[in-house]
């Protein structure tokens, strides 16, 4: 279920972005540009004249024939998967459909081959990773990104970090994109995803990642009252309820019942009770993420060079510590170091 909600919100996500990845932004202004050659007699306004769309310009029909190729290709996927993948397990069989997967290099489509796959092997599973890594471009680092941070499967997500990591390496910086993917882990209720969150924002190192993972830690909101002696859903009611009392039973009737040559007696049963009853009318649930803070105590301990572990779960306090220490820190250890290569070459080019 989790695999499914995952890849249809990066679906989603990523693929709004890509939808125009083939339309220029002149073509979109064409595209905006109200239609001259249809005779409007409707009595709309101006501005929303303005915001029609004419069905015969170019950069329209472009983006028409883009749909059209996408929805081509998917078909084209979901053949590929039938014929090659899923319950076959003879192993030319497997390859060659992999080599016919490599050949689909439209960023547009690395939502959608998400999707598809997911269920299949660690076979397909590893070759549509190294896919998105040989592609080299913003739209494979983030697929990788969302198979990091949302894959069900703790060993895809394993791989997939391995091979973002080495793209960003190479590159000498993290994507936007991805990081619009670990801010979304973080936005997630799943604990295991803001955990595979923090894990590939450490990995990666992005620092100005942290504040999102110290405001993480703890996360706390009142409770709503649920239920109540008169009903669930009463609003003068209660979340819980605790007695300190005893209660002791006495009969409070008794009638009598007569019959042929016989009689009896039915008392009826009643309870006092005596004590002290304690009512919680509202509470405050505090969740302790623990994993996630140690993360960002082991990632800031290493990377400012002095423990971080006194600062604890004080919010505040570690917001204070990296906007007036550990960015003003950095700056420095920046300065001096790009001082110290400027005054490394200048001692090469001395004769």
Known sequence: MRGNQTFARARGVLAVSLAL???????????????????????????????????????????ADHQARRKAAERELRQLRIRHFGAIRNTA??????LKLRTYSDPALFPLMLEIYQR???????????????????EGDAALAWTAIMDSDEAVRALATQRLTSRTRRSGDAMTRVKFAIYEGFRGQNNETKISAANLAANLNLIDVIPWLINSQVTGAPRQQVTSSGGPGSPTGALAWILVGQQT??????????????????????????GTLLRVIDAAVVTYH???????????????GQPTGPLGYNIPAWRQWYTERFLPDLAARDAARREAEALARQNEQRP
């Open 93 to 98: 069989i497997r390859q060659e459909g992999i």
């Open 290 to 304: 623990i994993d996630l803070h140690n993360i960002l105590v082991d990632w800031t301990t290493r990377e400012w």
């Open 21 to 63: 990845v083939s339309v220029a932004p002149t073509a979109v202004a064409q595209m905006r540009a109200p239609a001259t050659h249809v005779q409007d007699t409707s009595p709309a306004p101006d501005w929303l004249k303005a915001l029609s769309i004419d069905p015969e310009s170019s950069a329209a029909r472009a983006y």
């Open 249 to 274: 039973a006495f009969v409070s009737d008794l009638q009598p019942v007569v019959g042929n040559n016989a009689v009896a007696f039915d008392p009826q049963l009643s309870v006092i009770t005596t």
């Open 120 to 138: 299949e092997g660690m076979d397909v599973r590893t070759a549509l990773l190294d896919h998105f890594h040989d592609a080299g471009n913003d």
